[in-house]
């Protein structure tokens, strides 16, 4: 069953910076449509901070410039590379990537930015 495995996140003051990788097992990342990175802060609704459609890179306006997503299709992962980072990107981000219309997740992992 494919699964996505994230590592990485933490805590670090604020204009620190962090990175968070996500590993596909059990398949291969060329067959994902598109691959990008959620967060869910407490109280809000969980948002989309960065994907990569194989040709297209977004990313959501409070995260422009200091966040940058990347895939690494012969190790089988994408990274998302946070600096200058701010408490209000304190969150649990989510390695996302959508397959043949369904969608995965990973397990999630907690990022805090102290002030």
């Known amino acids: 069953q494919v699964q996505l495995v994230e590592s990485g996140g933490g805590l670090v003051q604020a204009g620190g910076s962090l990175s968070l990788s996500c590993r596909v097992v059990?398949?291969?990342?060329?067959?994902?449509?598109?691959l990008g990175w959620y967060r869910q802060a407490p109280g809000k609704q969980r948002e989309l901070v960065a994907s990569f459609n194989g040709r297209t890179t977004s990313y959501a306006d409070s995260v422009k410039g200091r966040f940058t997503i990347s895939t690494d299709i012969d190790k089988g992962t994408q990274a998302l590379e946070m600096n200058t980072l701010k408490p209000e990107d304190t969150a649990v981000y989510y390695c996302?990537?959508?397959?043949?219309?369904?969608?995965?997740w990973g397990q999630g992992t907690q990022v805090t930015v102290s002030s």
């Open positions: 996302w990537g959508n397959r043949w219309s369904r969608e995965y």
């Open positions: 059990s398949g291969s990342i060329r067959n994902f449509n598109v």
